[in-house]
């Protein structure tokens, strides 16, 4: 599992309130990224990270923020939730093994915005 | 805007039969290229890796790859239920700080007994 997680795993929140995803890994990855997988679109990139303080944006960046104060944890903000935010959420690193260098996923986080 | 194409399937083999997954990109300049699987519920898994043209083997699964028809492909096998998945097709087209993946939307494969 490339010593990934995400907190929370399940949220259920309502329109117009702020949300806080959170991704945290133990192996000192230098690249992190989110995602967001909805049906019908597949995984599309969010922000990625490319060290600390060092963030940029993905394909479907607005209404989302991204921070990361240190290397192991890379959080996602959407700051006034909306009802099309609704999705499952996965964080990646990026590692090289025998693969190549590629990426690796966390378990997810499934967000419901009524 | 890259893009990665897949037939979204289902895809419907028998037990022990040979699964074809295929996928296209448009981006001539893409590097590498990875299959993931994912089971419903879950995150993808990643199985596969090619960077060169032709077959890489690894089990039961065999990825093919064609930069000049831009064509990826993966070959499963002995198919068994268990690798009832939807199996995810990326590309990558950048190195360093650029270097991220473009995702397909998914083959679901179901491997009936």
């Known amino acids: 599992d490339a010593g990934i997680t995400q907190s929370p795993r399940h949220k259920v929140t309502e329109t117009g309130t702020p949300v806080t995803l959170r991704c945290h890994q133990t192996e000192n990855h230098r690249y992190m990224y989110w995602y967001r997988q909805d049906p019908g679109h597949g995984l599309r990139l969010i922000h990625y990270s490319y060290g600390v303080k060092d963030t940029d944006k993905g394909e479907v960046s607005d209404g989302y923020s991204v921070s990361r104060s240190k290397t192991e944890d890379f959080l996602l903000t959407l700051e006034s939730a909306t009802s099309s935010q609704t999705s499952v959420y996965f964080c990646a690193i990026r590692t090289s093994d025998r693969f190549g260098e590629t990426q690796y996923f966390g378990p997810g986080t499934r967000l419901l915005v009524l | ?113």
């Not at chain 2, 083999?13 to 996928?23: D, K, Y």
């Not at chain 2, 060169?52 to 198919?79: C, H, M, P, W």
């Open chain 2, 1 to 113: 805007q890259k893009e990665v194409e897949q037939n979204s399937g289902p895809l419907s083999v028998p037990e022990g039969a040979i699964a074809s997954l295929n996928c296209t990109y448009s981006d001539r300049g893409s590097q590498s290229f990875f299959w993931y699987r994912q089971y419903s519920g879950k995150s993808p898994e990643l199985i596969m890796s090619i960077y060169s043209n032709g077959d890489k083997e690894d089990g039961r699964f065999t990825a093919q790859l064609n930069k000049a028809s831009q064509y990826v492909s993966l070959l499963i096998r002995d198919s068994q239920p268990s690798d009832s998945a939807t199996y995810l097709c990326a590309v990558n087209s950048g190195g360093g700080s650029n270097y991220k993946l473009t995702f397909g939307k998914g083959t679901l494969l179901t491997v009936n007994p």
